[in-house]
């Protein structure tokens, strides 16, 4: 069954239901839940240049047995790629083939508009793995989640001579998207892996829109960034909390402009967030961030950080015929 583009309360609350009960049964106890707020979010604003399709398996004694979405991505890099979230099947419903007929019934759109491969986030060693694998997946990108304590990094950030940083919470103001997007677009050099998903263009009308929509999904965005002397934008990072109780807050991009590296602005950028952090009283006890596996100057930093490895995921792709 697939679910319309506004659901009602109550098909929030359904959905939110079953990945809750596949996240206490799947993850380790130290990974936060998603809250309430985040599944709503999730389900009710769209990313920019992106169409959606939610496939819901009702349970006979109502709500749902599984369900999982699809974005179609509109931009002219991706028209031939999709990406799958959420799917999931509640743990007294699996091997029945419900999880099955999620994936064709995701599948159905995704071969309707011609695209000829899809990614999924896996969680290795779980039953994700072994039912993407049977279904032709494979880790095309290899990474790892590493988390970080707050209160454990309280080194005071320095800067090259002449750099400042730059701070807001929210969506970035009008006049520093360009200069965000600029370094935004530095995320083309982290590694794709055998990856058919090509790196978004980031534009300033996208940055406004990417921030904008984390916003709108209930969250709580932190940007830091530091400015290079002549005012153009050298380094960012980026830290969103999914809903406002959130414990565990998610990295997004942390990136810096080529002609700045290896001065530190990594390390720098992402210290003083911590302390944005503890300034602003947040409930963030931790920040987790992903790592692909060959990114040697990402996995530097946040050494130096102190993250710790919690657990191995992947970006699994299947290639699809096309038509
Ligand atoms: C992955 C998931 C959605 C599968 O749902 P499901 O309804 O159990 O899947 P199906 O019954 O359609 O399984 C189809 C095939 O996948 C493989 N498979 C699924 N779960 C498996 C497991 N635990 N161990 C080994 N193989 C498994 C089998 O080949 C299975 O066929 P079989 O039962 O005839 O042997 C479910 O386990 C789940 O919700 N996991 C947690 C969330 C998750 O990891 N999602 C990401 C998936 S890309």
């Not at 990974?31 to 819901?56: F, I, K, M, W």
């Not at 005012?231 to 991009?253: I, K, M």
């Not at 590296?261 to 952090?277: P, Y």
Request: aromatic share 8%; glycine share 10%; hydrophobic share 40%.
């Amino acid at each position: 069954m697939i679910l319309g583009d506004t659901p009602s309360e109550a098909e929030i609350d359904a959905w939110h239901a079953v990945v809750t009960a596949c996240h206490l049964y799947d993850m380790p106890p130290a990974v936060p839940p998603p809250s309430r707020a985040e599944t709503a979010g999730q389900l009710l604003v769209p990313a920019h240049l992106s169409h959606y399709v939610r496939v819901v398996v009702p349970a006979p004694e109502g709500g749902y047995a599984g369900v999982g979405w699809v974005r179609l991505f509109e931009d002219d890099e991706n028209r031939s790629t999709a990406w799958i979230g959420d799917f999931a099947v509640r743990p007294e419903y699996r091997r029945r083939g419900i999880g099955t007929r999620i994936w064709d019934a995701l599948r159905a759109p995704i071969a309707a508009e011609g695209r000829t491969s899809v990614t999924a986030e896996v969680e290795i060693g779980g039953a994700g793995e072994q039912f993407a694998r049977a279904r032709g997946f494979d880790s095309a990108l290899p990474m790892v989640w590493y988390v970080q304590r707050v209160a454990d990094e309280t080194t005071e950030p320095s800067l090259p001579d002449g750099y400042r940083f730059l701070e807001w919470t929210g969506v970035v103001p009008a006049e520093h998207a360009p200069g965000l997007a600029h370094v935004h677009n530095a995320m083309h050099d982290s590694p794709y892996g055998d990856l058919d998903l090509r790196p978004l263009r980031w534009d300033a009308e996208r940055v406004v829109r990417a921030q904008s929509a984390a916003v709108e999904r209930g969250g709580t965005v932190l940007t830091v960034a530091a400015l290079a002397p002549d005012g153009s934008h050298a380094a960012y990072t980026e830290v969103v909390l999914r809903s406002p109780d959130d414990v565990r807050a998610v990295q997004f991009a942390t990136a810096v402009a080529p002609a700045h590296r290896g001065r530190g602005l990594g390390l720098a950028v992402k210290r003083r967030m911590l302390g944005l952090i503890r300034e602003e009283g947040l409930p963030v006890r931790e920040i987790a961030t992903t790592v692909a596996d060959d990114n040697g100057p990402m996995r530097a930093v946040n050494k130096l950080l102190g993250y710790r490895p919690e657990r191995s995921m992947g970006l699994f792709q299947v290639r699809l015929p096309s038509g």
